[in-house]
């Protein structure tokens, strides 16, 4: 029986990066088209002047905020307002590999599987996630900015994967009521993540393929990081297991 | 899903051996978790465990789900909640008899003192689910330095000291307080590991130190027994014996036995591999209905 996927893309000004990573979505979409069939939401978040639907004609729904809110609070509408088994949260500037969303639909099938990442690149070739691992002081990027031929190609099964591209089943979307929205704009993934792990749900991050991710290039999106951390450490600091295995490269 | 119940996120051997077996049962397909007084983390080694708090867990567990300790202190706060548990078997004192002799608990041993025990004051067999060492520890070819030696500090320091006074170029070194990545580089690097906790009930210490390629020297223990091997892999006597043979350390006609027994050591850490005990892990978890392995609040069929 084939799935259904909202495909849900919070997204704020960058229109001409928006459209491509559509375009990369409806590529990886063809790919388990015998599988899976997807819904892409874009959830306008404030940008000035509004998206335009009829500029982007491949979408199924466009959603939108007059005033910027939280990441939480886009995803959290763009999932309602769909009927789906899968929910793929994707930022508007990861370029899915046409293959990547395969391999997560493998892997969410897993016994215990909740949530799924995929490894992406930056543009240059280094990674910029293959998985989130937490040191004492919280969670970091494993083995950023390091070549991406550095780490196998398995699965990796992990407390904690980017929420820029996130494949996560809708039974436990629903029963963890979806990302938390005291979040300013950062660590909501590692919220999610965390909780649903606290339920017996398993983490894991696809590998077999490179995605790209340019990472923060939404305007205001740095600024928003800190009080977010804040947030996450008041909540999970001390809760999490250490499994990084050695400090973060530059530490 | 299954909920480890632990005393303290503190550093205690027995509370990494409940994360370890964690870790197994989620990579077995077993929603588990480990469960805290506070809903603390231990920070002390490396796991990828979920921790909550006990109160919330005992709040949320329900038909279907299962509780596992190996405090026996536990066993009446537990035994309350009216669901299946399991006791994960980390030591042989008297004290575990009324747990052993409750028919609604499934005991779990780790080495084959315990399961032995088990069968003789429990009158049945218990499901023998290994133990292992975590892979931080074993060697990888560093540079040894052959006059240092660890030991642990917390019990038997003045056997350690004692043993040193043997050895007089010996160089003991302290391990208290550290975290697990540490303790193993500092195994790594040293040539010796005296193992002075008498009494202990498996040293898993010992073992770690034998994978780290130290020659160990250890006073009898309980469970142990069953991987130091006197003059194959360790050295094991009363503390005389160890006196004895810690004066030859470093004398020139032994070097090759010392050497032999550094080697045996290794091989008998590579027993002890988690791969290894992911092996018993897995036939444990084939034997759990499938309502117990399911996540939390998932319907249960």
């Known amino acids: 029986m084939s799935e259904r996927i909202a495909i849900v893309i919070p997204s704020r000004g960058m229109n001409a990066l928006l459209a491509v990573a559509i375009d990369h979505v409806q590529l990886a979409l063809e ?13 306008d978040n404030a940008t000035d002047p509004p998206y335009v639907r009829a500029d982007l004609p491949a979408i199924d729904v466009l959603l939108r905020y007059d005033e910027h809110r939280s990441f939480s609070e886009a995803c959290n509408a763009g999932v309602a307002a769909s009927a789906c088994d899968l929910v793929l949260l994707l930022n508007n500037d990861v370029l899915l590999h046409r293959h990547a969303l395969g391999e997560m639909l493998d892997l969410v099938h897993e016994p215990l599987m909740g949530i799924v990442g995929t490894r992406l690149l930056f543009p240059d070739g280094t990674i910029q996630h293959c998985g989130v691992v937490f040191g004492e002081h919280g969670p970091f990027h494993d083995r950023a900015r390091r070549p991406t031929t550095i780490v196998p190609r398995a699965p990796r099964y992990l407390q904690c994967v980017t929420g820029a591209a996130q494949l996560i089943r809708r039974d436990v979307w629903e029963q ?10 950062g660590y909501e993934d590692a919220d999610l993540c965390l909780r649903a792990r606290q339920l017996g749900y398993r983490v894991a991050c696809a590998q077999r393929v490179d995605s790209i991710h340019f990472e923060s290039q939404t305007p205001g999106r740095v600024e928003r990081d800190i009080p977010s951390r804040r947030v996450f450490l008041e909540r999970w600091h001390g809760r999490w297991s250490i499994d990084a295995e ?6 | 899903m299954i909920v480890y119940a632990v005393p303290s996120a503190g550093i205690f051997g027995g509370i990494k051996v409940a994360y370890q077996f964690v870790d197994l049962l989620q990579a077995e397909g077993v929603a588990a978790c ?9 920070g002390w080694f490396r796991s990828q465990a979920p921790v909550v708090a006990r109160a919330w867990a005992l709040d949320h567990l329900g038909d279907g789900d299962a509780i596992m300790f190996s405090l026996p202190h536990d066993h009446a706060e537990l035994r309350r909640s009216g669901l299946p548990l399991f006791f994960h078997c980390q030591g042989t004192d008297p004290l575990i008899d009324p747990v052993l002799r409750d028919e609604n608990v499934t005991v779990l041993t780790c080495w084959q003192q315990a399961h032995d025990y088990v069968l003789a004051a429990g009158g049945r067999a218990p499901t023998d689910v290994g133990i292992s060492i975590a892979p931080t520890f074993y ?9 240092v030696a660890t030991h642990m500090p917390r019990r038997g320091r003045e056997i350690a000291e004692q043993l040193a006074e043997a050895c007089p170029d010996l160089h003991l070194v302290p391990i208290d307080g550290s975290d697990e ?12 590991y005296l193992a002075t906790a008498e009494g202990e009930w498996f040293g898993l210490p010992a073992l770690e130190a034998m994978a780290a390629g130290c020659v160990v020297f250890s006073v009898p223990v309980l469970g142990g027994m069953e991987f130091l091997e006197d003059g194959i892999n360790c050295v094991v006597g009363d503390v005389e014996h160890l006196e004895r043979e810690l004066a030859t350390l470093f004398a020139p006609a032994r070097a090759a036995h010392w050497q032999s027994l550094r080697h045996a050591a290794i091989a008998t850490g590579l027993r002890y591999r988690r791969e290894a005990q992911a092996v018993k892990v897995a036939a444990f978890a084939a034997t759990l209905p499938e309502r117990m392995r399911r996540p939390l609040g998932q319907p249960r069929v």
Request: charged share 25%; hydrophobic share 35%; proline share 7%.
């Open chain 2, 181 to 192: 990545v540490e303790v193993a580089q500092m195994m790594r690097r040293a040539g010796v």
């Open chain 2, 139 to 147: 060697h990888r070819g560093e540079l040894k330095d052959p006059h």
């Open chain 1, 176 to 185: 963890l009521g979806g990302l938390c929205e005291d979040y300013p704009f």
């Open chain 1, 246 to 251: 050695e400090l973060p490269y530059g530490a």
């Open chain 2, 34 to 42: 480990i469960a805290t007084p506070d809903g603390k983390a231990s």
């Open chain 1, 31 to 43: 790919q388990v088209a015998d599988r899976a069939s997807g819904t892409i939401i874009v959830c």
